[in-house]
């Protein structure tokens, strides 16, 4: 699986566009790019995923470049509960997810 | 959908003595996977089934972790003997083919 490079963390005042970028340059073709957060001992909860079309659900979008080198995780309206580790994980048909250490994201007031 | 269900939520225990973790995946899913977290190494795999067969055990420490899967409802994974090194939290996770992980909330295991 493709390793990815992300931030070690980053602030975001409550209400406004948090973006969360992943580079993953050695993605392959057949990898999808999945997100996941984990909020304080909680265990790991999924967001979003996609292969190459940009994807939205009710919780975050994700924009993944054309050359699917890079992608930016958004939650649009962000909240002090958004505040957790934000993980991006590059994987293929196995399934199975490798942690790095991923993004903390403090959301501020 | 009760989601993944772990046990205990809590363990300590002596070193030396034989550790027990409990799972229950989500009823459907045919993957199921056993998480390691510390603050040093972050969230570490340690092995995956699927339908019930172990399909990768690469990432389990050593010989004293084991994992079974006896039947679609059920995991264990266990720790014989234990070391204050293997205080962590432990992580189950379950899935169905080519669709997002569901974690349940862990296991926190203190060594002592």
């Known amino acids: 699986d493709a390793k990815t490079t992300q931030p070690t963390s980053m602030d975001c005042a409550e209400g406004r566009a948090a973006n969360l970028p992943c580079n993953h340059s050695?993605?392959?073709?057949?990898?999808?790019v999945y997100w996941y957060r984990q909020i304080h001992s909680q265990g790991p909860q999924y967001i979003i995923h996609g292969l190459k079309n940009n994807e939205t659900n009710e919780m975050a979008s994700l924009i993944i470049t054309e050359d699917r080198k890079s992608s930016t995780l958004i939650l649009p309206h962000a909240t002090l509960r958004d505040t957790a580790v934000y993980y991006c994980?590059?994987?293929?048909?196995?399934?199975?997810?490798?942690f790095g250490q991923g993004t903390t994201l403090q959301v501020k007031p | 959908d009760a989601g993944v269900i772990q046990s205990p939520r809590h363990e300590v225990t002596e070193m030396g003595q034989e550790v027990t973790l409990r799972c229950k995946p989500i009823s459907g899913h045919d993957y199921l996977f056993w998480y390691r977290q510390t603050m040093m190494r972050g969230l570490e795999l340690l092995i995956y089934f699927n339908n019930n067969v172990p399909i990768d055990d690469s990432g389990m420490p050593e010989d004293r972790f084991s994992a079974k899967m006896p039947n679609a409802s059920f995991s264990t994974l266990k720790i014989q003997p234990s070391e204050p090194r293997d205080s962590a939290v432990y992580f189950c996770?379950?899935?169905?083919?080519?669709?997002?992980?569901?974690f349940g909330n862990g296991t926190r295991l203190t060594v002592t």
């Open positions: 050695t993605i392959s073709g057949n990898e999808y």
């Open positions: 996770a379950s899935s169905r083919h080519n669709s997002p992980l569901h």
């Open positions: 994980i590059v994987t293929g048909n196995t399934g199975k997810l490798i």
